[in-house]
């Protein structure tokens, strides 16, 4: 088992930053990726950004490339989301999810509101 607290959401106007944070606990040891999704209103959640544990290696959503950056603290256990030039199609709930061993996504946040205003 792994617990997922997010933190760092809030309101924003067209242009500005926010950076999200997401604390695993538990089994961390058995990490594998680590990730962002985000589900707007009336929406199906989407894939944001992802981060390998074992290589650093890190995956983007084409919507988000040059904008988000994934990073972690490995001592900490914690993933974060550096979102800058934000628009209003960037608000949604936010959630983190861990993927242990590479049986997938299996382990959720609570989720973080990001609102973007114009």
């Known amino acids: 088992q792994v617990q997922l607290v997010e933190s760092g959401g809030g309101l924003v106007q067209v242009g500005g930053s926010l950076r999200l944070s997401c604390a695993a606990s538990?089994?961390?040891?058995?990490?594998?990726?680590m990730a962002w999704f985000r589900q707007a209103p009336g929406k199906e959640r989407e894939f944001v950004a992802a981060f390998r544990w074992s290589d650093s290696d890190t995956y983007y959503a084409d919507s988000v490339k040059g904008r988000f950056t994934i990073s972690r603290d490995n001592v900490k256990s914690t993933v974060y989301l550096q979102m800058n030039s934000l628009k209003p199609e960037d608000t949604a709930v936010y959630y983190c999810?861990?993927?242990?061993?590479?049986?997938?996504?299996?382990?959720w946040g609570q989720g973080t509101q990001v609102t973007v205003s114009s």
């Open positions: 999810a861990t993927d242990l061993s590479g049986a997938g996504y299996r382990y």
């Open positions: 538990g089994r961390t040891f058995s990490i594998y990726r």
